[in-house]
């Protein structure tokens, strides 16, 4: 899919740290890679850019914490989830 058509099923502004979640959602699903987000967002429509880039850098975080607490943690333990967000997104507990 290309820009614009991301564009148009994502018109909205990212300016809250809940629409730029969802639409970095959407586009990790769509094979956006994480450096490349910034680009893709911007393109779509109006983005606050301090924003993104706090909400990225603690995606990041969390993303690297979460790869950690899976790399040593026993296979049968069920990290628990306070978030509605899942997967690499979740924050880790």
Known sequence: MDVKARGNRLTQRFDSEETILDAVQ?????????SELENYLVRIGPTDLDLLADVLARLRQTMAANDQTAATAPAETVPKVSSSRS???APSS
Not at 26 to 34: F, N, P, T
Request: no cysteine.
């Open 26 to 34: 959407a586009l990790h699903r769509d094979g956006v890679a994480l």
């Open 87 to 89: 997967g690499r997104f």
